[in-house]
């Protein structure tokens, strides 16, 4: 191997010399470097003296195996594909509910559900603070009345659904739960995901409610009652995607969602839950942007990295050391101008997410920069997940970009730059990654980070030095005659008049005593989840539950950050 080494080196010097060197003195093209969106220099050309540092068996290896570099999954997608999901849900639950189900008709594998403000704030549509965002970013849920027409139809057994949620997640849950109850599904048939990341919400979505303490409180609370209730469901969805539309680079989000993660797994270990037990139901969601192979070894790493942390936290599973994602299409990158040009982004983006072995993809609808995606949209969007699952070939080899001299550099580059940040954050918080997030979050770190990384792109786009196709560059006089999704200005008035009746017909003494035994948790540090469910099968409000916890815990404003 060493005289083979030194005959590479030899002829990489040889063709700089008299290949590269002659060519770029007369190349037209003008740049001083290439990087990728990270900022990481790119070399013109990669070999195995690049490379040389790896090791095959301990960093690579095969897929289904330690350290699940080239998948989980032996088979991977020869086995079985990944989910499809599309991000489905406006106007009242009735209206969901069809998109749903001509969703399920034409392919569709899994559902994904897409609440209004008002719901992500644990807010009743009846609400002041309500009134004109009923139903339109997504579906409106005041009680378990609503999810009964929500899933009318739709067997538990049959689907699993994601609830794109977090200050709410847990009564979420419970109404899902309850809703398998009342279908007569096993919990240990039912299957979804909650989003439940409360520490991504305080570096960059914003939707916050409680402070950052008792948010992870009742993060854990729903770990434990999960655990026991629902084993197949998986209790939080640890989020770089939010951390990334927010405008943070690749290796911030890489970074940021890992330090997250073991934050939680380190706040359920402190509460004495067995860690292979929690570990099944923990899984990722992440962003997928237009610097195709960036993207793909950053799923790469975050799957290499998870392995290591867990094992290291003591998980002697193997199947605890999975990491299971899910994958979006960055919203982000989609513009009003020129729309149909965002089919190709998107399609581009999937791509990298399979290649990166997602296990659950989301492809966003081409005219979502003006509006929710219309019925033609959507179709769209699941075709292309379609076209590269049955038409492509990429989904008949596992790993394919698996020892691509690019691939394997830039995957060992972005873990080495993620393993800085997350050092960072731990020495914050005194060797306590808990501790450190909260500090992050208390002193503006995440924020500071992200919005100089968003500040940097903005620029270079501006300046012209990153080229948006349609925007700064290739631009065309255009008449948009694309049909857009409108939100019926009656959903508001329906929805109202659907939360009174629940609350006129409901047993009004039982919901005050959920709601105090709710309260009575809060109190004396108990698991509320227990209480939650009571609640919620009492048809309790979102806006009870959480104005209760609000009573307890008090309400968060975020930090002026400079």
């Known amino acids: ?177 309850a809703i398998g109850d009342m279908q007569g599904v096993p919990r240990d048939k039912i299957r979804g995901t909650i989003q439940n990341d409360m520490f991504k919400e305080f570096h960059a979505q914003n939707t916050i409610v409680l402070p950052p303490e008792p948010s992870l409180k009742i993060i854990v609370d729903i770990f434990e009652w999960g655990i026991k209730n629902v084993p197949k469901f998986n209790l939080i969805s640890i989020s770089g995607y939010h951390i990334r539309e927010a405008g943070s680079t690749a290796v911030q989000e890489l970074a940021f969602t890992i330090a997250d993660g073991m934050a939680y797994v380190e706040a359920a270990i402190e509460r004495g839950i067995d860690i292979d037990k929690l570990a099944p139901q923990l899984s990722f969601f992440f962003n997928s942007h237009n610097d195709f192979f960036e993207e793909i070894a950053k799923f790469r790493a975050a799957r290499r990295m998870w392995a290591k942390i867990m094992k290291d936290y003591g998980a002697k599973d193997p199947r605890s050391w999975w990491m299971k994602f899910h994958v979006q299409t960055a919203g982000c990158t989609l513009t009003a101008q020129q729309p149909l040009n965002n089919i190709v982004r998107v399609t581009i983006q999937a791509l990298a997410a399979v290649l990166g072995g997602c296990q659950s993809l989301h492809t966003n609808s081409f005219d979502e920069a003006w509006a929710l995606p219309s019925e033609e949209a959507v179709r769209v969007a699941l075709r292309t997940q379609q076209i590269i699952a049955y038409e492509s070939g990429v989904a008949n080899v596992v790993d394919p970009l698996g020892g691509s001299y690019y691939v394997e550099w830039l995957t060992d580059k972005m873990e080495r730059l993620a393993w800085q940040y997350i050092e960072k954050i731990r020495e914050m918080g005194n060797g306590s990654m808990v501790k450190g997030v909260l500090k992050g ?122």
């Open 441 to 562: 979050i208390e002193n503006g770190f995440f924020v500071r980070e992200i919005s100089d990384s968003a500040a940097r792109y903005q620029r270079e786009i501006e300046e012209g030095k990153r080229i948006i196709v349609g925007v700064n560059k290739f631009r065309i006089e255009e008449d948009l005659r694309i049909p857009l999704l409108k939100v019926d200005p009656e959903v508001q008035r329906r929805q109202i008049e659907r939360l009174r009746k629940v609350k006129a017909e409901r047993d009004n003494k039982a919901v005050k005593e959920n709601l105090e035994w709710i309260r009575s948790c809060c109190e004396n540090n108990e698991n509320v989840m227990p209480a939650v469910f009571e609640a919620v099968k009492s048809y309790a409000t979102i806006g009870e539950i959480m104005g209760t916890f609000k009573q307890v815990y008090g309400t968060y404003r975020k930090p002026i950050i400079i």
């Open 1 to 177: 191997m060493g005289e083979l080494t030194e005959r590479i080196r030899e002829k990489r010097r040889e063709w700089e010399q008299e290949c590269l060197e002659p060519w770029l003195a007369k190349s037209e093209r003008e740049v001083e470097k290439f990087e990728t969106l990270s900022g990481i220099e790119i070399a013109n050309v990669y070999d195995p003296l690049d490379i040389e540092h790896i090791d095959f068996l301990r960093d690579i290896g095969y897929p289904g195996e330690f350290p699940f570099t080239r998948g989980v999954y032996p088979t991977m997608y020869r086995g079985r594909l990944w989910t499809m999901r599309l991000f489905s849900g406006f106007g009242t639950a009735e209206d969901t509910n069809r998109r749903w189900k001509m969703l399920l008709e034409e392919g569709e594998t899994g559902l994904s559900t897409a609440f209004d403000f008002p719901t992500l704030m644990g807010l009743d549509s009846d609400d002041p603070l309500a009134d004109g965002e009923v139903g339109k970013c997504g579906v409106a849920v005041d009680t378990l009345k609503d999810f009964e027409i929500l899933f009318d139809g739709i067997p538990l057994d049959k689907v699993s659904t994601s609830f794109t949620i977090n200050p709410p997640a847990g009564i979420i849950l419970a109404m899902y739960t």
